[in-house]
Structure formats: C-alpha cells, structure tokens
C-alpha cells in the first residue's frame, strides 16, 4: 500500500502535511505504522510518569506531539484545514474547551458512569478532529486515560489494531456513527467486549 493511501475511513493528509514527513526514510504504509507505533509506545510510557491535568488543551497537544513527534512536523499543532470530518479549523479550540468543560461537569455530578463518561468523551474527541492526522487514537488513549484516573481499568478497544481495514474496525466505525446519531449503545457494547 502508498505510503499516503487511505484506507474506508482514514482521514486523508493534504499535500502540504504529507510534505511534513520527518523520516524520509519512510517509503511504505508499513513503515509509516511501525514508526507511529513506537512513537506512540514511547508517549505511553510518559503517560505513566505524567500527573498533569489532561482535560485541557494543553495537555492533549503535548500527548499528540509525544505520541506522534517523531514522524510529523505538525505534531501537537491543530489542523488548519477542513476535512470529511470534525469541525471547521476555527471551531477547534472552543470545543474542545466546551469538552473539558462538559467532562468535568458530568464526573463532579455523576451524570453518567464512568464508562460512559469515557467513551462520550472519546466519541465527541472524534468528532472535533482537532489534529490532521491520530485523532482516533489519542480519542482512545485519552478515554483510557480517564478511566484511569478514575481508578477504572482501561476500556476495550478489541485485540486488532483499529487503524488496520478489519471486521472489527468496521464495528468500530458503524459504533461511532450511531453515537454521531446520539445512540451510545453499540460503542458502549463494544468497548465492554
């Protein structure tokens, strides 16, 4: 597979962003995945170490950038541009903080359990789509994240790799369009799995 191919619902870079490749070295989709993936293990090490207050802006640039840093110069930078989802570029931010608000509303009033809370949390972050290209998984690291630091144990997101064309990527996909449609249901059944 080209190494910028999109798969049924990946996201796709503008020219200006795939220009913006660090390793020159990397030539397939393979590569890029490998590479992503130990950028993304180094993050998660840092996670364990970190005490910072993540429902913030500041905080979820700084995962992206660790998580992803080493591939990408726009690491840890919102998109500029539009895309076939999330919000326009301008409506980055005040969503995002309007999330963080509406979180931390819902954890001090027990608005919902903290399953729940999570995976509305990671389904809304979807939705925004504040970075060009991972948002779906800092969406599901930081839903584990919040479960942690309720003293949950992380939510199941399956045994494959949901960024890979698969059986349970599409459940996956079909999940979150229903919670597009405010039915939380099949996401929640998933993540339970």
């Known amino acids: 597979m080209n190494i910028f191919e999109t798969d049924d619902n990946s996201t796709p870079l503008t020219e200006e962003e795939k220009m913006q490749l660090q390793a020159k070295w990397v030539t397939t989709r393979a590569e890029l995945n490998e590479l992503e993936a130990k950028g993304i293990a180094e993050a998660e090490i840092w996670l364990l170490k970190t005490k910072k207050d993540i429902l913030c ?8 950038k660790k998580m992803f840093g080493n591939v990408w110069k726009w ?27 509406d979180i931390k509303f819902w ?43 309720s003293g949950q144990q992380s939510l199941n997101w399956g045994s494959d790799d ?3 064309i698969s059986e349970l990527r599409k459940e996956y996909i079909t999940a979150l369009q229903a919670a597009d449609r405010g039915n939380y249901k099949p996401l929640l059944n998933f993540v339970k799995r």
Do not use: C, W
């Not at 539009?82 to 919000?87: A, D, Q, S, T």
């Not at 999570?118 to 584990?144: C, E, K, W």
């Open 75 to 101: 690491a840890g930078m919102f998109r500029k541009t539009e895309r076939n989802i999330g919000v326009v570029p301008y409506e980055i931010q005040p969503k995002l903080r309007i999330l963080f608000d």
């Open 162 to 164: 949901l960024t890979k």
């Open 57 to 64: 802006e500041e905080f979820i640039k700084t995962l992206h």
């Open 107 to 149: 954890i001090t009033n027990k608005t919902f359990s903290e399953k729940e809370i999570a995976v509305r949390f990671h389904h809304r972050l979807v939705q925004i789509h504040p970075f060009p290209n991972g948002n779906g998984r800092i969406s599901r690291i930081m839903a584990d994240l919040l479960m942690r630091k």
